[in-house]
């Protein structure tokens, strides 16, 4: 049954839809020997397809693997990074990293911490990136000053972000300190450095910033204790349930 090349590319679990995306765009996929195009159909069944000169096919997809990653600082979330910077790959061991199509899910900026999910289930991360879904992330948040309710309020309801209102926000103070406020921040909706921007924007600026858990997945497991910085463990059944169920609805 013919599918768009980038998501038979990731349901084999060769790399997410976004990456599989940008390897046809760079010229790396072929499809019965020739040059495969953005949106191109094929059947796994009938057609060769080959990455980097090596075919693959759906009996060689690799088991799938679903990591919880505790991210330290320094630290950037990607597979390979031009300027030599240590990845979130680095911190697993070469028998899960290498050869599997590991990625990571979502992103944390090089000065965050905390809860990421790593898998090569390329649907999973495709609906999990989707900006339809709406799985809530947690996140404790030192901030710069103590921002009053009012400010707080407005955090809630909305900020505007280049044009766009960012959706409402669970914000409350957690612990204040001499100059600075411990803030939980609940998101549905993950835009690009969205906490860093908005306390920037009214004035209360970002000093740490670690996510705590993603849905029900916490770093803090009952039984297991807490996950340590740079270490990572396997979801447990019911986690990867929850997360399928999440995305179950999406429309995209």
């Given at each position: 049954m013919q599918a768009r090349l980038q998501k038979i590319l990731s349901q084999w679990g060769i790399a997410s839809r976004r990456e599989a995306e940008e390897m046809i765009k760079q010229s790396r996929v072929l499809i019965n020997g020739e040059l495969a195009r953005l949106g191109q159909k094929a059947d796994p069944q009938t057609d060769t397809i080959t990455v980097d000169g090596?075919?693959?096919?759906?009996?060689?997809?690799?088991?799938?693997?679903?990591?919880?990653?505790?991210k330290p600082v320094g630290v950037v979330t990607t597979c390979e990074d031009p300027q030599g910077r240590p990845t979130v790959l680095d911190l697993l061991p070469k028998q899960i990293s290498s050869?599997?199509?590991?990625?990571?899910?979502?992103?944390?900026?090089?000065?965050?911490?905390?809860?990421?999910?790593?898998?090569?289930?390329?649907?999973?991360?495709?609906?999990?990136?989707?900006?339809?879904?709406?799985?809530?992330?947690?996140?404790?948040?030192?901030?710069?000053?103590?921002?009053?309710?009012?400010?707080?309020?407005?955090?809630?309801?909305g900020v505007v972000l280049e044009g766009r209102k960012t959706q409402p926000t669970q914000v409350q103070v957690i612990e204040k300190l001499a100059s600075s406020c411990c803030l939980e921040i609940i998101l549905k909706e993950g835009r690009n450095r969205?906490?860093?921007?908005?306390?920037?924007?009214?004035?209360?600026?970002?000093?740490?910033?670690?996510?705590?858990?993603?849905?029900?997945?916490?770093?803090?497991?009952?039984?297991?204790?807490?996950?340590?910085?740079?270490?990572?463990?396997?979801?447990?059944?019911?986690?990867?349930?929850?997360?399928?169920?999440?995305?179950?609805?999406?429309?995209?």
């Open positions: 090596k075919q693959v096919s759906i009996v060689q997809r690799p088991k799938l693997i679903y990591l919880l990653l505790h050869g599997q199509g590991i990625h990571p899910v979502g992103r944390l900026d090089i000065d965050s911490t905390g809860a990421l999910i790593l898998t090569n289930d390329g649907e999973l991360t495709f609906g999990l990136t989707h900006p339809s879904h709406s799985i809530p992330k947690t996140y404790r948040v030192l901030v710069k000053g103590h921002p009053s309710q009012e400010v707080l309020q407005i955090w809630r309801q969205q906490i860093r921007r908005i306390a920037q924007q009214l004035g209360y600026p970002v000093i740490e910033l670690h996510r705590t858990a993603i849905g029900s997945i916490q770093l803090q497991t009952p039984g297991k204790g807490y996950l340590a910085k740079g270490e990572y463990r396997h979801l447990e059944e019911f986690e990867i349930r929850f997360l399928k169920k999440a995305i179950a609805a999406v429309s995209y």
